[in-house]
């Protein structure tokens, strides 16, 4: 079941092109997250909005992070306190993050202020329950982000991580991997596609996941205009926002560097 699963994604996700289409959108953003078709962000006040038509369209509330996939739509505030959009209402949830992704199989992972990791398996996410019981996974983080073929997250120190035996029941896997490269954030599309900025805002795609090799095999560094800070993808769109709070939106489907550029802290051109 879950290789047919896994040959499903990977059969709608990109491929390789000669092109990156990308368009600046009209707003001011500090985080962007995109999945199961939506796409959410948060500005500097805490202003949450949407993209619907074309256009951003604030919604109630105040939340310094969001995040939207197969598990819903969630969002932290100032204080931690983690939230979750219900019949178009913020409701409290028990439990604090500074972060959180809803990217994974309908389960939710995410760090809290002190870099601990947690997740939140399938069940409990698609409830109304707003006591839910969040599972720890052991090691530390500052970044974490959940996905279909497992979760990959960064540390403080930048290290990439990728987390083994991510299953919707068992959102804390087995075991961590160290992935070779340097980034500040890392995010996984509900494809199992990968993207991830670096410490000097350079952005990247992990090349050659698959079914058989959830890792995939190196790091190409896009060729953007400009430097940015967040990064997320969804059917075959990449939302970037730029250091300056500026947002992009870019055509990836089928897209592959034409420069060759190779990896997050390797400047030998790729093979």
């Not at 120190?157 to 954030?185: A, H, Y």
């Not at 079914?211 to 790091?219: A, E, I, K, P, R």
Request: proline fraction near 4%.
């Amino acid at each position: 079941m879950m290789l047919l699963l896994c040959l499903l994604l990977l059969g709608t996700s990109v491929a390789a092109d000669h092109e990156l289409m990308c368009t600046v959108i009209p707003g001011n953003l500090k985080q962007v997250d995109a999945g199961a078709g939506k796409v959410y962000g948060v500005n500097d006040n805490g202003n949450i909005f949407r993209w619907v038509k074309g256009e951003w369209k604030q919604i109630p509330g105040a939340l310094i992070h969001v995040t939207v996939g197969p598990a819903g739509v969630w969002g932290v505030n100032e204080m931690n306190t983690i939230h979750k959009l219900q019949d178009d209402e913020w409701v409290p949830v028990s439990g604090k993050m500074k972060q959180i992704d809803a990217g994974g199989a309908k389960f939710l992972a995410g760090t809290d202020g002190d870099n601990w990791v947690y997740c939140l398996n399938q069940d409990q996410t698609v409830s109304k329950s707003t006591d839910p019981s969040f599972t720890k996974i052991e090691g530390s983080l500052n970044y974490y982000s959940s996905g279909p073929m497992g979760c990959w997250g960064t540390d403080t120190n930048n290290k990439v991580m990728f987390r083994f035996d991510v299953q919707p029941m068992t959102c804390q896997g087995s075991f961590w991997k160290t992935i070779e490269g340097s980034l500040v954030m890392v995010e996984v599309g509900t494809d199992g596609s990968v993207y991830g900025v670096d410490p000097e805002g350079k952005v990247y795609k992990r090349e050659g996941i698959s079914c058989t090799n959830h890792v995939g095999t190196s790091w190409t560094q896009l060729d953007l205009p400009g430097t940015f800070k967040h990064v997320s993808y969804d059917r075959g769109w990449l939302w970037l926002v730029r250091q300056n709070g500026e947002v992009l939106k870019c055509n990836v489907k089928h897209h592959s560097s034409p420069d060759g550029k190779h990896g997050p802290h390797d400047k030998k051109k790729k093979q």
